[in-house]
Every structure is written in C-alpha cells, then in structure tokens.
C-alpha cells in the first residue's frame, strides 16, 4: 500500500558499531540526526518536522484542471492517497477518530492489491466492487459486518471524489447498486453476540485487578458507560457544582452525538462518586481520571507495602541510580490496555484457583451489557433505555438479556393445559 506522506516520519534508532544515531527515513533516505536521544539530535528532529510540516498539501487535480493539461483520469492510488490525506486532517474531530483512519488504511491496502494504478478511478464499476469485496471475504479476516463496512468506505471514497470534481459523478453513484451482503451469504461468517457478564464473575475478579482498574470496572458496571467513556473521562469534565448531592459527567462528544445531536451527560450517584473520588484530587481539569501511570505508583506502593525483607544496600544504590529514569506512561487508557489489564488479573487469578473456582474470559464491553440487563430485570426496557442512552429500544434489546431469563422462567413453570 502507497504510504501517505501527510504522516510526519518517526524519530528512530540506528546502530553502527557500537555508537547509536538518531536518524529518520523519508523518500527511502537516511537523515542523520545525531547520537540518539541527545539534545542536539531532539533539536535537529524538531526543525525536521517543522520543515515536513510547511510542504504542501496532496492534491488532486480536477476533472477539468486534467482536460486542460492533457492529462489522463485519476488512478485509484491517487484517488485513495488524496482521500486518506483528507481522513487524517479530520482525525482529531468527531466525524473520524484514530481507528477510523485505521479502518480506511485496511480497507483501501486490498483494494491498492486488486487495482492501484492498473485503471483510472472512472473505469471502477460495481463489479469491480464486488470483485474487491470477494477478496475481502477470501481472505478469512473479517466477519461479513466489516467486510460491508469496507465496502461502504470505498464507496464513501468515490464519492469524496466526485464532491471534489476528481470525478464523473455517476462513477459514485453506479457504485451504491452494490448491496450490502445478507446473514449467510456463502464464505462469510458471523461473530457470536456478546454476552453480559455475570456480577458474580465480576466480584471474584475484583481483588486480583489494580485498585485503579477495579475502579473502572465498578463505575462502567454502575452507569453502563462505554469503555472509551470511562477510560477517556478528565478531571474537568466532572461538575460536582450543579447539583448538591449528584456529579454529572459532561462528555465533550460521544459515539452517537451526530444521530441524535445533543450533548450527553452521564448523573453520578454516591456509589459512582465513592469509586470516583480518590483519582479527582490534586489533578488539574484536563487530567485523566484514570491513568496508567497512576496505577503503576499504586502497585509499586502495594508491593513495597507488602514486602516482608529489608531493601539490600545494593538495590537501593539501584533504585537511587534509576531516579528520574523511570519508565514513562501514556496519560490515558485505551481500550487495548484496559482490555489487557482484566484479562492478565483473570490469568493471574486461575492460576491460583482450584478448577472449580476458575474465572471465564471477560472483557469490558461485557459490562455495559451487564448494566442494561440488571437494569432491564430491575426496573423494565424503558429504564434500561435511558441508562445506555439509546434512542431506539431495538438497539437496548441486544444489550439487555433480562427478557431471556424471564422466558426462560416461564418455560420452567408453565402449566400444560392438555395434562
């Protein structure tokens, strides 16, 4: 796949000898920077990027800029370098985060595959579609949700295209013809829904996770919280003023604010705000709430409290040299590293548990299915709509599983009229 040149390159390591260099490569070149991780070399990647910054930016010409200079059509390669260009402008804004332009990279890298420079965009027909589509499905990655996703995105591609006057129009449009694929279609597959998970499961986790992660876990069981929700929450977005005996939570954006074009807030009651309350103090506003480095701190501090020898005199000389070294942290979460963080505490907790007592695999969007169906069995559908902030009750029924267990109780005692 062509790189896109808008991405700065990166500050790296090279060894010759026994000296180490910073360099950085760009064009297929090695630029020298000086001896890694000195000053001079900070100093001379800084201007680097400073000077990356001021090229221009990648452009196609139009439709009718080509006719004038005798040029041919787009290629699909320039077509696509241009739009992930305009994707990476917008990474940092609502409309496409850092996994969207992940999403567009891994869709367009197959479709480079197939076509690239073989075709001008304005030849691309809707078999070529799905013919591109069959690839996607070929290679056995993606489950037939991403493989429409996919699609759509090639099609969302186009169209960008044909706004810009890169292209014909009714390129774009002929492109929509191509229907989404149906349950069941031949190759593809399906994962499996996701499952709440149980509160008992929950609670035999808790004393093997971090206090800080324990802390999240609860808060997202409590509120049914996305986990970007919680692990992205800043000090500053708490408003423990408003209200005398609530915080509300105020989410500067969220995965549905476009739909349903409102602010969203989330009330935090006095168990939340008990989970909530050591990680506020002493931080300023744009602070996360929760922080890996945080969390690292608390588990040195719980080690060394339950240390039972003495320090020897040669690992304090270490612990002395290492002053000011220590190994620095991301300020935020993501959903990766507190994925990892429950599911390292369950292999820790099973290795000491007898087979009986063993802890199965969860993850953390298990429990906002786990809020939504406690909540559904507590107080009705209605309830549970609210919590999860849905604007549809079809979208709370795959979230909430009460109605199961009400079914399934209903099957347990009911009368046969015929005996």
């Not at 074009?261 to 931080?283: F, N, T, V």
């Not at 953390?364 to 909540?375: K, S, V, W």
Request: with cysteine; hydrophobic share 35%; net charge positive.
């Amino acid at each position: 796949m062509p790189k896109n040149t808008h991405k700065p390159p990166k500050y790296c390591k090279l060894k010759a000898g026994k000296k180490l260099y910073a360099v950085v490569y760009h064009h297929g070149k090695t630029i020298y920077m000086g001896a890694y991780g000195s000053p001079e070399s900070k100093i001379a990647y800084a201007r680097f990027i400073a000077e990356f910054k001021q090229q221009p930016e990648i452009t196609v010409p139009t439709i009718q800029q080509r006719e004038t200079i005798g040029e041919p059509g787009v290629t699909i390669n320039e077509l696509g370098i241009a739009f992930l260009d305009h994707i990476l402008k917008m990474r940092d804004s609502a409309k496409h985060g850092k996994a969207d332009y992940t999403h567009y990279r891994v869709a367009f890298s197959v479709l480079f595959k197939l076509y690239g420079d073989d075709i001008p965009a304005d030849s691309f027909k809707p078999k070529n579609l799905k013919l591109y589509r069959q690839e996607l499905i070929d290679t056995k990655r993606f489950c037939r949700g991403t493989v429409n996703d996919y699609v759509q995105r090639v099609i969302r591609m186009f169209m960008w295209g044909a706004e810009e006057e890169i292209l014909e129009y009714s390129t774009a449009v002929t492109l929509k013809a191509v229907k989404s694929l149906q349950e069941g279609y031949p190759g593809t597959f399906d994962h499996p829904e996701r499952e709440n998970v149980p509160d008992d499961v929950i609670k035999r986790t808790l004393p093997f996770l971090p206090p800080i992660i324990a802390a999240m876990v609860m808060l997202q069981r409590l509120t049914g919280m996305r986990p970007c929700e919680v692990f992205n929450m800043r000090v500053g977005e708490i408003d423990r003023e408003t209200e005398p005996d609530l915080w509300l939570y105020r989410l500067p954006s969220h995965k549905t604010q476009k739909k349903t074009k409102r602010k969203k807030i989330i009330p935090l009651g006095e168990h939340e705000q008990k989970y909530l309350a050591p990680y506020l103090e002493g931080k300023k506003p744009e602070q996360a709430v929760f922080s890996p480095g945080e969390a690292m701190a608390e588990r040195r501090a719980i080690r060394s409290a339950n240390r039972k020898t003495k320090k020897t005199p040669s690992q304090i000389a270490r612990d002395a040299m290492r002053e000011g070294k220590q190994r620095t942290y991301n300020e935020f979460y993501d959903k990766n590293s507190y994925k990892n963080a429950i599911t390292y505490a369950i292999q820790k907790a099973n290795k000491v548990l007898p087979d009986d007592e063993k802890i199965p695999h969860w993850t953390p969007y298990q429990l906002r299915h786990a809020a939504g169906t406690a909540m559904e069995d507590e107080a009705g559908l209605d309830e549970a709509q609210a919590l999860l902030d849905h604007s549809s009750a079809q979208t709370t029924k795959r979230y909430a599983h009460a109605r199961l267990k009400k079914l399934k109780e209903l099957a347990r005692n009911r009368r046969n009229p015929f005996e």
